[in-house]
Each structure stands twice: as structure tokens, then as C-alpha cells.
């Protein structure tokens, strides 16, 4: 009878695991993967807000891969209700937001809200009901650590709030990248006399027996305690830290031993999309290599979660000031392209969790663009060296990468464009447009670069300029902006594909309109 219903259990975990690719392997690995009791997928808001059906859609996904988690990281699209400033022009409805959180109660789905409660809090600081909470009266980007009265009156509140439409015994609080610590008159005095774990340790302290006192978890990004091992001592012993490691040293921000030794649990999380992608570039191998690597390591170092993350922004935002004192908006730096482009990405963490030998990128890119493209199996080697292909970046005309050019990089762009549309897709084919709008996306901004690097040459005059437009007038911009919201029409707003198209075509409509005006010159 035991023999039986051991077969029947795992004949359901078969069933339950099963890959929409079909991959029984992967099912397999699942049915036997019992080292992370938490395996998750975390969606940023900051921008490119998905619709709800999309992320209902989403969360079906993760599910049926297995995924039992969900961080979301709402930011303003969260309807706050006793602090309604907070909340932007895409925020959600609290029907909205209680709907979901039903759905993925049914697709066994824990939803764990993410507020930021030190660093990264400009949507919240921006509106000067907060002021008095600033780190710096100039940079919104980070709370005074001193004002702990004030902050936890703040954060309790939305934490009550978030309590009060999530299930989940977990509240992510944040934590990460507070570069302005110390930065106050106050904070430094106590900086310059206890140090600065004393005086970020204090502060998340605070933070996290809040939580406790509320009855739920408290997750922490780790990389300041890193830093400053001894904001350690004082927490509560309930804290739960996040490892994230897009792809370095495990002590890069600091002795990852200490952390080891703390006694805190500890949960990991690689990325999909990260620094330095942008809508210009994407390093698709460095994302799989972080999940080639890193999830064996979590694994060894007997983690207990493995969070995937997804980033639709750097994190950080260049203010627009409408006076010296007064800021009108703030702009997010590095935005990514959409997280509907990256399924292959995302399958890839699947494979890479529930695989006990790790993953082979080559390997996989190759079967996946087989399995969900019907390519061939040299057209698969192609496609994949053309995603990988000189994904550098260009800072202040020079390539990030020593011994290339510009010049080289559109070539670079251009040849990796004509590969993948000459790909003979069988099947998804909505998918695979989104590698092609990429890379044209890509092309266009080089060509751009190309341009204004002729125009920054000190010898460069207006005779030069018919032949500058000339190579800008050339680049499907318009195509490139209808098929961006066709391709994306399910995932985004209109307003937001509208903001997209206009961030993202910033430099060529400026180029344009000097260059426009220097050949008018000369007529």
C-alpha cells in the first residue's frame, strides 16, 4: 500500500511540475526537488505596470512550473488608503489587488508584499508630506535612519495595509542600496560615533520588529549587512535574508562567511534582467550564466529559497526640478525592455531550479529555440549566437569594451537583426517577434550613437549634416514603435507604451530636429 501511494504522489507531482514545453525531464526534477522549500519569481512595478489579466497569465505560468512564490514589489500601482498621495496614475484598485491575491491562493501561490522601507523610497518622498523623513533634501531616494519614531508611524501603516489585502506570513522590507547613509548632519554624528552598522543595523532593527510585532516574517535584501556585519547583532532572530547575486563573487559586498554564520535563514535570488541592460541591450549570457552558477551554489550553501528576480529599472531616478526646491518628476534610469520578451529567460530558471547537474546555457538555448520555435538545429546555434552577439554597452561615445568601435558594434547589430529574421519560425511566432524588435530597437539606437559621436568630432560642420540625416531618416522608427505596442498591447497600458515609445526615441527625435535645422541652414 506505502509502494502505491508512493507512486500515486509521485505520479501527481509528474502532472502538477509538468513544463507547458513538455518537458518531462524538468517534471521529473521537480517531483524530486526538495532543497528549496521556496522557490519564487519577483515582478518589479516601478514602471511597465502589467494589466491584471497579464499578470494573472503570469502567475498561471509560474505555476505550472512549479513556482510557489510570488514577491511583488507594487510600489505606486499599490492603492494605499491612508496614504493615497503614495499611489500613481497606474495604480491598481484594491478589488483589483484582493482578485489576485485569490487567484494565486487557488494556483497555491504565496504572494509576498515588497515595500521598501529605507532605500529606494523617491515615490514615496517625492511628495513633501513627507519631507521631514528625507535623508537629503535633495536626493528623495532614502529615509533619515534618525527619524525612527517618524518612519515607523510611516511604515507601519503600510504595512497594516498590506497585511490587510496579503495572506502571506512574510513582509519583504527592503533594504537594499542605501548609498545615502550618513549623508544628514544627524546620521553622520552617529555614524562617525558607533559606526555605520550601528546606524543602518538600528534602523532595520526597528523595521523588522515592527514586522515581527505584527505576526509575520521579515525579509531583508542582504547586501548591507554584508557590508556592515554588525548591523547583525540586534535583529530579531526571525529575519530571513536575500542573498541577491547577478552574477559575482559571493563577497562582493562584503564576508559572505559572516553572513553564513549568522544563524539567519537565508534565501537566494540571481536575475533575468539586470544591470546594464536597457532597452538598448540585453546580456542574455551573463543572465544565464548567473543561473548556471549561482542557483548550485545556493543550493550547496543550503539556502532555503531561490528568488528569481526581474528588473524593469535600475532603481534609481534622475529628478526633474521645476524650481530649486521643488521636484516635478522623477525619471527612471536603464529601463529594460518589457519582461514579455524574456520567456526564454524565464524557462531557463526553471530548468536551472530544478536541475541537480546546473544548467548549460548553449545547451539550452539551442534545445529551447528547437522546442518552442521549431528551428533547426543549426539555425538554433545561429540564433543563439545572435542574442549573444557584442551586447556592449556605449558610455559617452566609447564602447564599454576595449578594442571595438561603434562602427562595429551597428555592424554587430545589424548582422544579428538579418539572422534572426531570416530564422524560419514554425511555431510561437509572437514570441520570437519580440527577439527581432529587440535587435532592431538595438540597431536604430547605435545608428544614433553612430551619429552623434560624428556630430561631437571636433572638425564636424554643418555641410555634414545632409548626410547624418540622411542615415537617421533611413531607421524604421515608426515600424518600430507598432509593433512594440502590438507586441505589448496585453501586457501594458496605452499611456505606458505611449511613455515607452517617447523615452525610448528621445536622442533620434533630438538628433533629428538639430540636424533638421543645420541643413536648413544651408539651403
Request: charged share 25%.
Amino acid at each position: 500500500m506505502k509502494k502505491l501511494i508512493k507512486i500515486l504522489v509521485y505520479t501527481f507531482l509528474l502532472v502538477l511540475f509538468w513544463n507547458f514545453d513538455g518537458s518531462i525531464a524538468q517534471a521529473q526534477a521537480a517531483a524530486d526537488a526538495k532543497d528549496f522549500p521556496v522557490r519564487g519569481f519577483h515582478l518589479d512595478l516601478r514602471i511597465q505596470v502589467m494589466k491584471m489579466p497579464a499578470l494573472k497569465a503570469f502567475a498561471l505560468q509560474l505555476s505550472k512550473n512549479g513556482i510557489n512564490t510570488l514577491v511583488m514589489e507594487w510600489e505606486g500601482t499599490y492603492p494605499f488608503e491612508k496614504h493615497v498621495v503614495i499611489s500613481n496614475k497606474y495604480a491598481y484598485s484594491r478589488n483589483e489587488v484582493k482578485s489576485f491575491i485569490s487567484y494565486c491562493d487557488s494556483l497555491k501561490i504565496d504572494v509576498i508584499p515588497l515595500q521598501q522601507s529605507f532605500g529606494h523610497v523617491e515615490y514615496i518622498l517625492k511628495n513633501y508630506r513627507y519631507q521631514e523623513l528625507r535623508e537629503d533634501q535633495k536626493d528623495y531616494s532614502q529615509v533619515n535612519p534618525i527619524k525612527e519614531e517618524l518612519c515607523k508611524s510611516l511604515f507601519t501603516d503600510l504595512f497594516e495595509d498590506l497585511i490587510s489585502t496579503h495572506r502571506s506570513k512574510y513582509i519583504h522590507i527592503g533594504g537594499d542600496e542605501t548609498y545615502l547613509l550618513g549623508r544628514s548632519v544627524e546620521s553622520k554624528r552617529k555614524a562617525d560615533s558607533l559606526g555605520m552598522g550601528r546606524l543602518y543595523g538600528d534602523y532595520i532593527k526597528m523595521l523588522c520588529e515592527t514586522v515581527v510585532s505584527m505576526g509575520k516574517i521579515p525579509l531583508v535584501w542582504a547586501d548591507i549587512a554584508l557590508k556592515y556585519p554588525d548591523a547583525l547583532k540586534s535583529l530579531p532572530k526571525e529575519t530571513i535574508f536575500i542573498d541577491w547575486n547577478y552574477g559575482w563573487e559571493l563577497d562582493r559586498f562584503g564576508d559572505h562567511e559572516k553572513l553564513m554564520k549568522s544563524g539567519f535563514q537565508i534565501w537566494g535570488s540571481p536575475a533575468l534582467r539586470s544591470g546594464p541592460d536597457s532597452y538598448f541591450s540585453t546580456d542574455w549570457n551573463k543572465h544565464l550564466d548567473n543561473i548556471r552558477v549561482f542557483i548550485p551554489q545556493a543550493r550547496t550553501l543550503g539556502y532555503k529559497g531561490m528568488i528569481m528576480t526581474s528588473w524593469s529599472t535600475s532603481g534609481i531616478y534622475s529628478q526633474i526640478f521645476e524650481t530649486h526646491s521643488d521636484i516635478m518628476d522623477l525619471h527612471a534610469i536603464r529601463r529594460v525592455y518589457p519582461i514579455s520578451g524574456f520567456n526564454l529567460l524565464i524557462d531557463a530558471f526553471f530548468k536551472g531550479l530544478y536541475s541537480k547537474k546546473g544548467l548549460v546555457p548553449s545547451d539550452f538555448v539551442v534545445d529551447y529555440a528547437k522546442r518552442t520555435y521549431g528551428l533547426s538545429d543549426a539555425d538554433a546555434k545561429s540564433f543563439w549566437n545572435a542574442l549573444k552577439l557584442a551586447p556592449y554597452e556605449v558610455r559617452q561615445g566609447k564602447v564599454s569594451k576595449e578594442g571595438f568601435t561603434v562602427g562595429q558594434l551597428c555592424d554587430s547589430a545589424l548582422f544579428s537583426l538579418k539572422t534572426l529574421k531570416e530564422m524560419k519560425v514554425v511555431k510561437a511566432q509572437t514570441e520570437y517577434a519580440h527577439y527581432i524588435l529587440m535587435a532592431n530597437i538595438r540597431y536604430n539606437y547605435l545608428i544614433c550613437i553612430e551619429v552623434e559621436s560624428e556630430l561631437n568630432k571636433q572638425g564636424f560642420n554643418r555641410k555634414q549634416s545632409p548626410e547624418l540625416l540622411k542615415k537617421l531618416k533611413a531607421l524604421n522608427t515608426d515600424v518600430v514603435d507598432a509593433d512594440f505596442a502590438k507586441l505589448n498591447a496585453h501586457l501594458l497600458d496605452d499611456r505606458e507604451i505611449a511613455e515607452e515609445a517617447r523615452l525610448r526615441n528621445f536622442r533620434y527625435a533630438d538628433l533629428i530636429s538639430r540636424l533638421q535645422k543645420m541643413n536648413n541652414a544651408l539651403l
